[in-house]
């Protein structure tokens, strides 16, 4: 993928997601923002190679529970 494309389009998914956060754990944005940053799948989204960015925010947002219950598995393909 062009990176000018991923750069355009990981903050607009990191937002929709950091809402989705902020919402399932009544956090305030600078918190979800900050526990969001620390997570294996920030790392991975972060970096077009890994097309963690494929995934919906919904699924996004299953898999950092997963992180956060110590049981990240990732969905079949």
Request: glycine content about 2%; aromatic content about 12%.
């Amino acid at each position: 993928m062009d990176k000018k494309i991923f750069d355009a389009m990981l903050p607009m998914i990191t937002a929709d997601l950091i809402d989705k956060i902020m919402r399932k754990y009544g956090l305030s944005e600078d918190r979800a923002i900050s526990e969001f940053d620390k997570s294996q799948i920030y790392s991975l989204l972060e970096n077009e190679e890994t097309k963690v960015w494929y995934y919906s925010t919904d699924m996004l947002l299953e898999l950092y529970d997963r992180e956060l219950n110590g049981n990240l598995t990732w969905p079949e393909v």
